[in-house]
DNA sequence: TAAAAATACTCCATAGGTATTTTAT
DNA sequence: ATAAAATACCTATGGAGTATTTTTA
């Protein structure tokens, strides 16, 4: 049994006359009863009786309308799900993301990919770089986010954005009053650096930072994330150097204030994902990040000032 | 899309491997390597990723795979459907029945049909010949049981019994004491006829046998079915005669005696349906008629005696 | 580099076309 | 007698085969 059967025999049926079928399909009358008298055969059933006007459909004939109708209804809907998966508008995509990246610019990611991509299912997982990659290997991942990101041969690692590095202090500290914190003023400051675990990691940077400055840190606490690091500064425990997406964490009593230095110190958020996915959904979701990467990102600093 | 194709791809989405699925298909590689891109082409969709050890499937292949499944089980079911109704065995058939027929006879035949044909729905519907000869010229009708059925150009009849015609009478009556009944004694006896409707019938039988005999039969009283008639004959109304069937009608006091005549009064129980009616059901049904026919329906006549 | 998929080219089965015959009322 | 379906016969598209090349981890 073929489809261009199948076609054939719904048209006859609703027809009901060889010529008028054969008409409306483009095909001559001869082929149309051929191919009817061939499913017939195959079938071991009459599908249809002649009549002087041209045929009825037989009682087993009207079973397999129906059931023929929703053959080809199932079939048409299968190519139209296969399609839109293939064009990368069916699926799902699995995401992994830490603490801090959620504050400001992946829910915007996250937003618009929704907003073009409505039948994608998308599952965030909160996850470390290290999970994020053992997942990505094991397919439980699409792609992860993530700020310092070690190379490997089978992960493509790209750059989202970069961020300028702000001092985030308490409104009562001196710093608060300036403009922007000179960088070797950091020096004898209580700092609060975060995240402890994951190494290499945003705190390695900051160090890193200082020590090109000539100075090492007075590391008073190692925190966990961005919002512990941020809410000990509210508290008046120390300074801490954050993200600029950081900045729209507003706790009571914290400012956010730029290092004096050209040009910026930054951070990267980067993506990463596997070399060998040429899957159409994350290759949707990339566009968008790299549409992304080419805008500016305005963030008010001075915020809470 | 060809069922041959979405054939191919599901071997091939078990498989993994073109020469494996080719072997297993009975084909060479070349043609299913070849009817996999005309698949992907006309879905504008890839399907698969090649793998060192032959391929995978892309998240939209995996979707249609499910979908190509479903339509291959969907069509398997319109086959075998198909099938069972083009053999009789799936269906509907609407039978038309008369008030005494459903006595003894027509209980047997559609018992044994319904054993024979499970999935066959049986539907009865009660109506003199009239009625019937109208329900089957609109399709309302499969076929229709009768006594007495006019000829008529589109519809055959056809004989499915003849039974002795016996005599219901009182058991206080003088013929209660009979083994047989003379038919001249009937002469002056109160005779009870039906039905009264749909002439000619039964009724007119009676009549025209008495006839034969030389007399006028003394009609008291003539009713709509069997049933009535020998509630009238249990209440000592009158006598009445009845077929054969009819002595399966067991009330209070009511006797049955055959007519002392050779050959035995008679009549016949006849069917009638659509001479153009091929339906397989219809067939079958007539086979299991037809069958009974070549068979003994022994019926006790002195069952209440 | 080795196993598998893709391509080149050939053959033939069969869908479709035209002309004509058969069927059924 | 007539309209429609069925058959006869021809053409050509495309599915399947064999031999070979290309691809990829």
Not at 27 to 36: A, G, K, V
Not at 177 to 200: G, S
């Amino acid at each position: 049994m073929e489809f261009r059967q199948l076609k054939y025999f719904t048209v006859l049926a609703e027809e009901l006359n060889y010529g008028r079928a054969a008409a409306k399909l483009h095909i001559s009358q001869p082929p149309l009863t051929r191919q009817i008298q061939q499913m017939e055969e195959e079938l071991g059933v009459q599908l249809f009786l002649r009549t002087p006007k041209g045929v009825e459909l037989t009682a087993a004939g009207q079973l397999f309308l129906e059931d023929a109708v929703n053959v080809m209804a199932l079939m048409q809907r299968a190519t139209e799900r296969t399609q839109l998966a293939g064009s990368g508008h069916l699926g799902r995509i699995d995401v992994g993301i830490f603490g801090s990246a959620m504050l400001n610019v992946i829910p915007r990611l996250l937003l618009t990919f929704r907003n073009l991509y409505p039948n994608v299912d998308m599952a965030l997982h909160n996850m470390n770089k290290t999970q994020q990659i053992e997942a990505l290997r094991e397919k439980r991942l699409t792609i992860g986010f993530n700020r310092i990101i070690p190379e490997s041969d089978d992960m493509v690692i790209e750059r989202v954005l970069t961020e300028r590095i702000l001092v985030a202090v308490n409104r009562s500290h001196k710093f608060a009053y300036l403009r922007e914190i000179p960088l070797p003023d950091i020096a004898n400051q209580p700092l609060i650096v975060f995240p402890k675990i994951a190494r290499p990691s945003f705190a390695d940077d900051v160090i890193a930072l200082c020590r090109a400055e000539g100075f090492h840190p007075n590391i008073v606490q190692e925190v966990e994330d961005v919002v512990t690091g941020v809410a000990l500064v509210s508290s008046g425990f120390g300074i801490s150097m954050v993200p600029e997406s950081g900045a729209n964490l507003k706790l009571p009593g914290v400012v956010y204030r730029p290092l004096k230095k050209t040009p910026s110190p930054s951070i990267d958020l980067s993506c990463v994902y596997r070399k060998n996915d040429q899957s159409p959904i994350l290759q949707a979701f990339l566009d968008i990040i790299r549409a992304y990467r080419n805008t500016s990102f305005p963030i008010d600093t001075h915020s809470s000032s």
